[in-house]
């Protein structure tokens, strides 16, 4: 049998094998051919293209409409990563963050600055991040990491440290508490020269990247655990009705953020801020992170978005 007829052939017994769902006898007993033959006939139609087979695991379709109910109810890239009920939280955020450094690596361009900020989150993301020399990069962290204690600089500085060489990037340290005793401290800093450098290396940013902290995470916010917030902080945070935090900036459940009291008192970009910035990823895992997410994306903080399915399907089931 010469090319062009066996390709026919194949094309014949692919289509009623696999577009008629007849059976391999019923086909070797229409071509008048032997079972085995037809069974070739099959293997040259996949090996010559004639046939594709995808596999669709269980869930696709829930993860895509997730996907673009996210997408289109706020006005974002989504990106849902497939776990199910069964995994834990911290498998969940090791998911998200393996997909998160991907979704990052593909946005870094030649010469851009790239706003950090940091928490569990956000080091579980540079955790799977591979190898992406990218010539003139540079990392600016975007808030403040000292703590209570005088520590936090040793934590955000090995993150921080990690993705400047993986990138082969330069990094900006901002050297100043998460959130300072009193505003009027807070207002005198801002005008060093030393913190209007950063401050100025933060409004050069193209990209951003961070999570969103919440009071009650299974896997905890480092702000909420390591003795950056006072009894009377969290007091005042709940009389003011806060649900979370991006960049140590609280949130309402609406996404509203000015007179909060706590904020006068941050060191972090406020969502006006970071709003300026053309591209900003927010990674988020965990169903208790939905209130904080839902209200980070209502205050228009995120042009990406990353985030489990379970967390995406408690996002959408709020009212």
Known sequence: MDPANRLEAAFAAARMYYAEGQTMEAIAGTLSVSR????????????????EISLHPPGVQRVEELRRTIAHRFGVRAHVVAVGPPDSERERLQAVAAAGAGVLEEMLEPGMTVGMAWGTTIAALVAHLDPRPTPGLRIVQLNGAINTEGAGMTYVSTVLARAASLW????????????????????????????????????????????????????????????????????????????????????????????????????????????????????????????????????????????????????????
């Open 168 to 319: 082969d990037a330069t990094v900006h340290h901002f050297p100043v508490p998460a959130f300072f005793d009193f505003a009027t401290t807070r207002e005198a800093m801002w005008h060093e020269r030393s913190v209007q450098r950063v401050l100025e290396t933060q409004r050069q940013c193209t990209l951003a990247v961070f999570g969103v902290g919440a009071f009650d995470a299974e896997v905890p916010s480092h702000v909420y655990t390591n003795n950056y917030l006072t009894e009377e902080d969290l007091a005042s945070l709940r009389a003011d009705a806060a649900v979370g935090d991006v960049c140590t900036v609280f949130l309402r459940a609406d996404g509203s953020f000015r007179d909060i009291a706590m904020n006068r008192r941050c060191s972090g970009p406020d969502p006006a801020q970071l709003a300026r910035i053309p591209r900003r990823l927010l990674v988020a895992a965990g169903k208790s992170k939905s209130l904080p997410l839902r209200a980070a994306l209502r205050a228009g903080v995120a042009t990406d978005v990353v985030v489990d399915e379970v967390t995406a399907a408690s996002l959408l089931a709020l009212r």
């Open 36 to 51: 085995s033959t037809v069974s070739r006939m099959l293997r040259d139609a996949r090996a010559e293209g004639l046939v």
